[in-house]
Each structure stands twice: as C-alpha cells, then as structure tokens.
C-alpha cells in the first residue's frame, strides 16, 4: 500500500473537499486505476462531500457566534456583550413637553393630571399615543381654570402580571419586542389573597445588593424580548412561591414619532417642546460597538471618552457628542464638564431631553464634578468659488459643469463637516472640485465664516460671538475684516464692520454711501476671533437673525468643543478657459448649512462657545428649518 498523503483540511469547498478525497484514494494501491467519475463511488463522493461540507460550514459558523466581533446571530451578540456586562439598549419612547390649561366643572380648589394620561397626535395618517409619565398638579388660576406644563412621553401603557412558582419556575418575559425597558414598574403582590404591593427597583450597583436588597434585573433574551428576573437571597431578595410580579411598562414605536409637535387630549394643548429621542431597539452592529466601550467605562463617568461612551450605548437618538473639561473654556470653568449633543434628526435636542441625559449620568459621575449640557453651535462657512475649465476637452454645457462642481461641494460636506471635532481644509475642497471633471484647469476659493444670532429686541444686552478662529488682520488699519446684515438701532437701520483695530462700529448706507454712526459699538480680538456687540437695544432686524461674517486668517477652520461646521451661501462660477468669460453662475447652493440654522439669543460667550444653555439658565431658542418654532429652554426635569 502507498503512502497515504495529507489531505488538505483547509479546502472547505464541495469540489475543493471531493477533489481532495479523490486524490487521497488514487493514491491508495486499491484504487490507483479506478475510474471516480464513471462509477457509483462518484455518488458515495458526493454524499461524503456534503457531509463534510455541512459540518466544516456548521463548525465555522459556531466558531464565528463564539465571539462578540465575528457573531452574527442577535442572540449570540447579545449572549457575548451580557459578558460584558452589557444589556442591548430596548426601544424608546420620544418626549415631547407642552403646556396644557384645563377649565374643569364644579369648580375645584386643585386639579392633578393623572399619571399614564392619554394624549394622541398624528403622523402621515397614523395616530400614536403620548402618556405622562408622572401625575402633575395644575396651578390654578382667578378664573377657575388650572394651567401647567406636562412631560409626554410616547407609548401604549401595558401591564403584564406573572405568578410565582418555584416548583414549575415562570419566567417573566415580555411578549412586545418594542417595550421600552426605562417604562418598567416592577411591584410584586403578596399573593391573590393579599394585596400587599412592594415596590422593586432597576439594579444599577451589583455591589450594594444584599439578601433583602428589593432590586430586579433586566436582559434581552434568546428571542429578542426583554425579561425580567430577581435575585437569588444573595443578591436581591428572591420572590417566594405564589407572590404576583406586576410589570408595568410601554410599548413605543421608536424614531418613527420624532418631530411630533401637534397634541390633541381632554385639554387646551400648546406644543413647547417637539417629541425627541424616540429610537428602535438596538442594532447588532450597535452592540459590537458599544459593548467593549461600555465596559471599558465600568459605568463610570471619569474621562471624556466615558460620557461618549455611555451615553451613546444608551441613547440611540443621538448621533455625535463633543466632551470637555471646563478648564479648556476662556475664561476657564473648574469643577465642570461640558457635554454637547447632536442628535439624529435636527440641529440640537430640547430642554425636556437634556435634562433627561442629566438625571441619566448624575450617579455615574464624580461627586465633586458638575455635568452641564450645551447646544451644539454652528459656524457657517461661506465659499466663493471659481472654477475655469477647458471648453475643448469637454462635451458638457457650462450650467452642467457648473452642477458637478456644487455636487461636489454637497459631497465635501456631507463627508467633512457637520458633526464635532471638524476641520475644513480648502485644499481638500479644491481636490474634490478638481477631480469632478477633467476638463477643470484651476480652482480659485474665497470664503468668510459666519455666525447667527436672535437678538432680544427693545432690550439692552451685550452679545458675544467666538468664532474661534484668528481673523484676517496683516496690518493696523486694515478694512473689510468684519460685515454683517442690516438691523434696525434708533429707526434707522445699520450695519457692522471693523475700524482695522480693533473697535467694531456701524454704519448706514446713504445712495450707496457709507455713514459712520457708532465709532464704538463693540470690539474685535483679532486673535482670538471674539466679536463683541456693547450694551445696546436692537428694535428689529433683517430675516430671522443678524448674520456675522469674518474673513478669517487662515484657510483653514477647525471646529472646537461644541462648534459644529456647515457651508451656507456658496456661491459657483464656471469661467472659459479660452475666452476668460465667466459662462455660469449660481448664487447659493443648496448645501445643508443654508437649510439647517440654529438661532441662539443673548449668544454668550463666557465659556468659550457662541451660546451655552445651562439647565439652571432661562433662554430661548429658535429652530429654523424650512419653518420656524420656538422652545424655551428650562430647568425643569422629566
């Protein structure tokens, strides 16, 4: 008998695997003139093929859902992260938060909104429930009627009652996949004979637990829904045989609700505040994601990479979150940590969601360090751009090169800015415009940034606006650095620009003439970037802010802390290589900074960013996108 050779296990393929038995019986002394293909062994072949196929696939795949980086399957994902001491995020239900005023009969001396109050609101032909979460005491007024303002939070209220048996253990599962497990009230009834109700709370801290410790667990089981379990008298008290467990929670329909902002109920209703943080159920991809950085942080709150952390895993309605310290502030803030917050669908979140985040992180964080949370400001930059391009080596129109080159602007954005931490460098940009097409020669950019603000009008304040960036100064007397849009002071309407150094002053424009008026109505740190408007009462202003605009040092703009980059008011022309003729213009490109505006009054600048809304601070602010509402930003919390 020959040498029997290796086979090759590392061939899992059908034809790879029946090839290699082929050759392995060739070389056997029994086989060596056997014709494989014409025979019944070519059948056997086939069926030890598969088999071996089917089970190296099998043992592949068990290998593969034995690791959180590699499984596939939810249930193993999920089983892996538990390792971790990781629970899946559950859906979640959106906020919203609206004022409410009631006119009941009888004439009551009080009046309280029950807890799990029905309120409706519809969204492209379907109704969706909104509940309150606490019962909520009106304030009444002298004309009998009760005002006051409610925390919504989007669900269909269910209970769920389980009975106790150790002989036959029930396990306390949820039949909706959707529940959002921040709903649960867990009480366990003494039995059906004895009403006595306790009250059980969320673990957080497996190391305060004791024998009588009333806690409850929660965990994502092997068919997608959330179960609820106890502890074993060692940690956490261990319900005893015909005790009733009550769960009490929501079903929700997860992002599908955001931007709801019209409710109808048994009340006047006014929409303060639109529904927010609505989110589905954890994604598997999610969960590998976060499950390392989760335990990593150890559910605590000590480095800036901590607060990302947690707070994405468990919120799946924001997108991307800035932390500093307050020592990086100017002036600097000790003891503090500054948190911003963008969110998946709109500019910034409300007052009613911040204080939620709050409320979520105040017993993870250090006892000594304060947590407060920001808007996200926006810094807008205005691009002028030129393009020539060569008439003889394209087929294409100068309208048609001239929508390349804004897709290729939308692009840049869409890649580079809006979100934390960007930094806008114009030779990225010119590359990008380059290669939209071949026939382009040159690409010159010009550009300014710009920011926003909402004025208290008929009203004294100083603004501050931190463009954090060094502003284009070569030389004292310099001219033109600074401009902004027309606002109204003493009936006549003016406008801003520096004097080359340092003082900011208006003017009014006389048959296209300008007219000093105010020689010092502010100041320009140059450096720095931080435009002051002194004491002043504005009375009206020209669109829906008064737009800032700098010409900055540098070509290129970095985006710190809580500043946001976007393009707004691009502006696109195409010139003939040729003939030196400009054939196309578009004056404003429809990027996302000319649709997305966040308008912040008083912008202060005390911290270092253009607006800073404190939970503990009253200020105002205006979303504009397409439309415009209003919020009020508020301390209080759900």
């Not at 389980?162 to 396990?171: C, G, L, Y």
């Not at 559910?299 to 924001?318: C, M, P, Q």
């Not at 002053?505 to 970037?529: A, H, P, Q």
């Not at 105002?620 to 508020?634: A, E, K, N, P, R």
């Amino acid at each position: 008998m020959a040498a029997n050779n290796a086979i090759r296990v590392s061939d899992i393929n059908f034809d790879q695997i029946k090839t290699n038995l082929k050759s392995f019986l060739s070389d056997q002394n029994e086989f060596s003139d056997y014709d494989f293909e014409s025979s019944t062994m070519s059948v056997l072949l086939d069926l030890l093929s598969y088999n071996t196929y089917y089970n190296a696939f099998y043992l592949n795949m068990v290998g593969n859902e034995m690791f959180l980086d590699s499984a596939q399957l939810r249930n193993s994902v999920v089983s892996r992260a538990k390792q971790l001491n990781y629970i899946p995020r559950s859906a979640r239900g959106a906020i919203a938060s609206v004022d409410v005023s009631v006119d009941p009969a009888g004439s009551p001396t009080f009046f309280t909104v029950a807890a799990n109050t029905k309120f409706t609101t519809t969204i492209d032909g379907t109704s969706y429930t909104f509940v309150t979460s606490d019962a909520t005491a009106l304030t009444p007024s002298s004309n009998g009627t009760f005002s006051g303002s409610l925390s919504l939070v989007e669900g269909e209220p269910l209970q769920q009652r389980f009975t106790v048996s150790t002989a036959s253990p029930v396990r306390y599962i949820l039949p909706n996949e959707n529940v959002d497990t921040t709903s649960f009230t867990v009480r366990i009834q003494e039995s059906s004979s004895n009403t006595s109700i306790t009250t059980y709370n969320l673990n957080s801290d497996i190391s305060s637990a004791n024998s009588i410790s009333e806690i409850y667990f929660v965990q994502e089981n092997e068919d997608n829904k959330y179960e609820v379990y106890f502890g074993d008298n060692v940690f956490g008290k261990k319900p005893k045989d015909g005790n009733i467990v009550i769960v009490d929670y929501r079903v929700v329909n997860g992002s599908t609700v955001n931007g709801a902002n019209n409710f109808s109920g048994d009340f006047t209703v006014t929409t303060t505040s639109a529904a927010q943080g609505g989110a589905f159920q954890e994604s598997i991809e999610s969960i590998k994601y976060n499950a390392p950085f989760k335990f990593q942080a150890q559910d605590r709150l000590v480095t800036s990479n901590d607060f990302k952390n947690i707070i994405l895993a468990e919120n799946g309605d924001i997108q991307a979150i800035s932390v500093w310290g307050g020592e990086e502030n100017s002036p600097p803030v000790y003891g503090k940590v500054f948190i911003s917050v963008k969110p998946t669908s709109g500019p910034i979140i409300s007052a009613t969601r911040k204080s939620t985040l709050q409320t979520t992180l105040k017993d993870r964080s250090i006892v000594s360090v304060e947590t407060e949370f920001v808007d996200a400001a926006y810094l807008y930059i205005n691009p002028s751009i030129t393009v020539r391009y060569n008439p003889r080596t394209t087929s294409l129109s100068a309208s048609e090169l001239n929508i390349k080159i804004q897709n290729a602007l939308i692009s840049f954005e869409a890649n580079n800015l809006g979100t934390f931490g960007n930094k806008f460098y114009v030779s990225n940009l010119t590359e990008v415009i380059r290669a939209s097409d071949n026939s382009f020669v040159s690409t010159d950019i010009g550009f300014t940034i710009e920011k926003r603000f909402v004025p208290t009008t008929n009203a004294i304040n100083t603004y501050q606006l931190q463009f954090n960036n060094a502003i284009h100064h070569p030389h004292d007397g310099h001219l033109g650095a600074v401009s902004s849009s027309g606002f109204t002071i003493g009936g006549e309407t003016v406008y801003l620009e520096d004097d080359g150094v340092g003082n900011l002053r208006t003017f009014i424009l006389v048959t296209g003439n300008k007219i000093t008026r105010n020689k010092n109505f502010g100041t320009v740190d140059y450096e720095s970037g931080l435009v002051t408007i002194f004491n002043t009462s504005i009375t009206a202003y020209e669109g829906t802010a008064i737009s800032v605009k700098v010409k900055p040092q540098e070509s290129n703009i970095f985006g710190v802390r809580n500043e946001i980059l976007l393009v707004s008011g691009a502006s696109v022309s195409t010139v003939d290589n040729d003939t030196n003729s400009t054939t196309s213009t578009v004056g404003a490109v429809a990027t996302n900074g000319t649709t997305t505006t966040v308008l912040t009054d008083n912008a202060i600048a005390n911290y270092g960013v253009s607006s800073v809304a404190s939970l503990s601070t009253s200020a105002s602010t205006t979303i504009s996108s397409g439309t415009t509402t209003s919020s009020s930003i508020s301390g209080s919390s759900y």
